[in-house]
């Protein structure tokens, strides 16, 4: 690897790396600016392989963390998503590194961070060797994280029932989606390529999109309306909110969410208070609304999945794809195993058009006239015609 000897225990070029800070305690807010060559600046215990790959796909020169990007609680992938991709990780560098200005130029000199001549924090370069022992030991404690989640799911099942249960709290929309195919999905560039994956089912099932706050513009990129956006709004844009049908403006923590915003525009809203992440209440409703299918992007599927991140709300989407059941595909397995389908009629006139050609070709040729011919003589003897 070239810079930094970001990854490798092995001699390589240790020339610092210089580059424009993008500084934010919001992976989503931070992605929106971050440029390929920035420097990377988050605030994240336990790095997941979500936000990692999300990282990734602006390339970035270098990520600093000013916390531990794998604590050891559990083998959370995002520190080898970015290895993977070549792009050094400088772990735990404190939380002053923080107050860094977005947008300043700043050097990385190994693990040394500096603002000028100013050493402003002090990390350590995650190589090679140090991700895999920190991976061994989190093994060992994943039991730990296991319990903790299922104690979460609990707390969630005493706290929510009536809404996992009966839909009761469900914001109510006018958009019938009984035995329709619904797609819900979660905003982020790391999820574009599913759509790609899935283009051929979007194009014939016209599935009802509803997008997870930015997801919406994400389906706008692609050419694809989301005809419902649920969560926060405050950076969709002004052409996906008037191109949707509906609004669910929705903040599990009870914050504005963008409903300010959606009232200045004047689009078409409601408002959810339930204390479950956009995702999932969007998996709820187009459960409860009778969808009989619900195809997932940016939904985790994995055990690992559910162990990363906030316990409360990974609990909920774990306990809201249990309810959904058997209507629920994640994208990813859908592209594996959706095919092109054929119309009753389209297959009729590939066979007719195949038999014209056939006949056109043998009536063109002296030998194809001879055999039509012997063959009319033979059918018209059956038939007693001559």
């Not at 249960?165 to 619904?182: Q, S, T, Y």
């Not at 914050?255 to 959810?272: E, Y």
């Not at 459960?287 to 609990?315: K, P």
């Amino acid at each position: 690897m070239s810079r930094l000897s970001r990854r490798s225990d092995s001699a390589g070029d240790d020339t610092p790396l210089n580059g424009t800070a993008r500084v934010d305690h919001s992976i989503t807010a931070l992605t929106r600016r971050l440029r390929r060559g920035d420097i990377a600046v988050i605030d994240i215990l336990d790095l997941d392989e979500r936000t990692a790959s999300e990282l990734v796909a602006c390339r970035p020169s270098v990520v600093i963390n000013a916390q531990e990007s794998i604590s050891g609680r559990y083998p959370n992938g995002g520190p080898g998503v970015l290895a993977a991709a070549s792009i050094p990780l400088i772990d735990h560098a404190g939380a002053d590194v923080m107050n860094v200005r977005d947008g300043a130029r700043i050097r990385v000199d190994d693990g040394a961070i500096y603002r000028g001549d100013d050493l402003i924090a002090t990390g350590t370069l995650l190589t090679d060797s140090a991700l895999a022992e920190a991976l061994v030991d989190a093994k060992q404690n994943m039991h730990v994280q296991l319990t903790a989640f299922t104690a979460n799911a609990m707390d969630y099942v005493e706290r929510d029932s009536a809404l996992l249960l009966d839909g009761r709290g469900l914001p109510v929309v006018d958009i019938d989606l009984e035995g329709r195919h619904v797609l819900v999905l979660s905003g982020g560039a790391l999820y574009a390529q599913q759509l790609k994956d899935i283009r051929t089912y979007l194009r014939e099932r016209k599935p009802v999109i509803i997008a997870i706050g930015d997801g919406a513009d994400t389906a706008l990129e692609h050419a694809y309306a989301a005809q419902i956006i649920v969560g926060n709004v405050e950076s969709v844009s002004e052409r996906a909110m008037r191109a949707a049908k509906m609004v669910i403006v929705h903040d599990p923590t009870g914050a504005d969410a963008g409903m300010t915003r959606a009232d200045a525009l004047g689009v078409s809203r409601t408002t959810s208070e339930a204390g479950i992440a956009s995702s999932d209440l969007a998996v709820l409703l187009a459960h409860a609304q009778g969808a009989s299918v619900i195809v997932t992007v940016g939904m985790e599927t994995r055990l690992l999945d559910f162990l990363q991140g906030a316990g409360d709300h990974n609990a909920g989407t774990f306990l809201t794809r249990l309810q959904a059941g058997g209507s629920l595909i994640d994208a990813r397995a859908l592209a594996q195993v959706y095919r092109h389908r054929y119309s009753r009629w389209t297959v009729i006139g590939l066979l007719v058009a195949g038999f014209t050609a056939l006949g056109l070709a043998m009536v063109a040729t002296p030998g194809g006239r001879s055999w039509l011919e012997s063959a009319w003589d033979t059918v018209s003897a059956w038939l007693g015609l001559t």
